[in-house]
């Protein structure tokens, strides 16, 4: 999700780098804005909150604000009337203890999406809406919030269908699962247990191309795939993007799971790479060259290394005409 945290005093800006660190390592694309007074290298600074607001309306999924509640509410409410549901609102005291929903905004899922945020970052979740209420469960914000790429959306119709016709949908994952299932669905295999009547329709969380689990199944595979990538100064974009797509498919790995990518800061293709992240849509990173393990790993290596968090290597570092790619798998775990 596009996030951005926005902070107002020297206090909120120290919190505001610490939400952005957390958001980024479960690959949203956050960024921090801070008051202008209390800036630094991270931290983006404004000087009115009416032409931030201007310059992120559209383009951004939620506002994280550490401010007062009262004064979140007024600052959001002209944007309102003047241009409709936006961004989700949340408010975030400084201190990082309460995780308060404000608007739910244009997109679907932000109450567990705010569940979820909340216990990222170890805070207590202030929920407002009435549990008398809650929506029925829904896919593709379900997807969006724990980072799931759908390989077929035309398939989420028949789990809606089924749940409307209160029908028995099947979940099977190769991933710890957390939280409670939603009513409608029901455990089927593997880390989720299960033993009953297999549901003809049914979600599979895989990073399996095997048969389906289901009759009618949505199948969705996680996003936890890191890319590092270092490339020449003078490297084709096009050259670029089919080496690394090239590199995945050589290893049987699909596009749709790449999370994030991540480079050197300063190096000399750093631009090229920047494009690729844009082309595919995913967050863009970069380390400092003094932030990578010494002599262990080549650099494209090291940051894929860094950028899973220390995780799995999926594939050794491959090379092509000063292109190197080194592919990195995350560890993983999908939430209710």
């Known amino acids: ?12 800006a ?15 694309q956050a960024a921090s804005y801070s008051w202008h007074k209390y800036t630094g290298r991270k931290l983006i600074p404004f000087q009115s909150l009416k032409l931030l607001f201007q310059d992120l309306w559209d383009s951004q999924e939620v506002f994280v604000l550490l401010w007062e509640m009262e004064r979140a509410a007024y600052s959001v409410l002209p944007w309102l009337k003047k241009k409709g549901p936006g961004p989700a609102v949340v408010v975030m005291d400084e201190q990082g203890k309460f995780v308060i929903p404000v608007l739910r905004g244009r997109q679907k899922g932000v109450d ?22 809650r929506e029925h469960f829904d896919v593709d914000a379900f997807a969006r919030n724990n980072q799931l790429h759908i390989q077929d959306v035309f398939r989420i119709k028949n789990v809606a269908a089924a749940l409307a016709a209160k029908e028995a949908v099947g979940i099977y994952s190769d991933y710890p699962v957390e939280g409670v ?13 299960g033993s009953g009547p297999v549901p003809e329709v049914g979600i599979s969380i895989t990073d399996d191309w095997e048969a389906p689990h289901f009759a009618k199944e949505c199948r969705m595979f996680p ?6 990538v270092v490339c020449r100064v003078d490297t084709d974009r096009e050259t670029l993007a089919q080496f690394v797509i090239g590199s995945l498919a050589q290893n049987h790995l699909s596009r749709g799971r790449i999370g994030s990518l991540y480079s050197v800061q300063g190096a ?26 010494k002599g262990e790993k080549e650099a494209c290596e090291a940051c894929a290394f860094l950028g899973s968090g220390k995780g799995k290597r999926l594939a050794v570092c491959q090379r092509e005409d000063g292109l190197q790619v080194s592919i990195y798998e995350k560890e993983w775990e999908v939430s209710f």
Not at 272 to 288: G, H, N, Q, S, W
């Open 268 to 293: 000399e293709g750093t631009d090229a790479v920047r494009e690729l992240a844009k082309r595919l849509d995913i967050p863009f990173f970069t380390y400092e060259k003094k932030q990578l393990p």
């Open 181 to 193: 299932l939603p009513e409608g669905l029901v455990c089927c295999g593997t880390v989720m247990g």
């Open 223 to 228: 996003r936890n795939i890191v890319l590092g």
């Open 14 to 28: 120290k919190r505001n780098l610490e939400l952005v660190e957390v958001l980024q390592k479960n690959n949203h």
């Open 1 to 12: 999700m596009k996030i951005s945290v926005i902070s107002f005093t020297r206090a909120g």
């Open 112 to 133: 567990a999406w705010c569940a979820r945020f909340a216990k990222m970052v170890h805070a207590t979740l202030v929920a407002t809406a009435s549990s008398a209420v």
